[in-house]
């Protein structure tokens, strides 16, 4: 159980990874005003918010992104968790930008397959109401003999 004003990292697993959530979370602690960062643990694909505050501050915290994120995974540990090295290195601004807009390129893929197949089963339905609307029609003549 964390004491006052103590150090805790929250650790946020799921899909956390390439989403604009480290990003969510900087904005989040500002917001509140609480000293801390947030980085991408690689090594196990969690997200981790380390912050110092009293226990009811954090429990707070952990609230709003779970409320926030019900898709996100959120526990806490007491103190710094960092990952070996410290800290969050960017070997090359470019080489971010690139990997981000890869893994948005093969989503969008992904949602241009489910749009073809939406499209496809539009069509179907399209043909199957214009049969219910002959066979509607067939029915409506042999009811009038």
């Known amino acids: 159980m964390l004491?006052?004003?103590?150090q805790a990292t929250v650790v946020l697993?799921?899909?956390?990874?390439?989403?604009g959530l480290r990003a969510e979370m900087e904005?989040?602690?500002?917001?509140?005003?609480?000293p801390g960062f947030v980085y991408n643990d690689t090594k196990d694909?969690?997200?981790k918010v380390v912050c110092e505050g009293d226990e009811a501050e954090i429990r707070q915290l952990i609230a709003e992104i779970s409320?926030?994120?019900p898709e996100v995974r959120v526990s806490l540990k007491e103190g710094v968790v960092l990952p070996k090295p410290a800290g969050r290195?960017?070997?090359?601004?470019?080489?971010e930008i690139f990997e981000r807009l890869d893994l948005g390129v093969?989503?969008?893929?992904?949602?241009?397959?489910?749009?073809?197949r939406?499209?496809?089963?539009?069509?179907?339905?399209?043909s199957m109401d214009g049969t219910l609307k002959d066979i509607k029609g067939l029915l409506k003549k042999l009811a009038e003999k």
Do not use: C, P
Request: glycine letters at 12%; zero cysteines; a neutral charge.
């Open 67 to 69: 409320a926030g994120r």
């Open 118 to 126: 939406l499209e496809s089963m539009d069509t179907k339905l399209e």
């Open 106 to 116: 093969e989503r969008l893929g992904s949602m241009d397959a489910k749009l073809n």
């Open 45 to 47: 694909g969690t997200l």
């Open 3 to 6: 004491s006052k004003a103590k």
């Open 27 to 34: 904005e989040l602690l500002a917001r509140h005003g609480f």
């Open 13 to 19: 697993s799921g899909e956390v990874q390439y989403v």
């Open 89 to 95: 290195v960017v070997i090359g601004v470019e080489r």
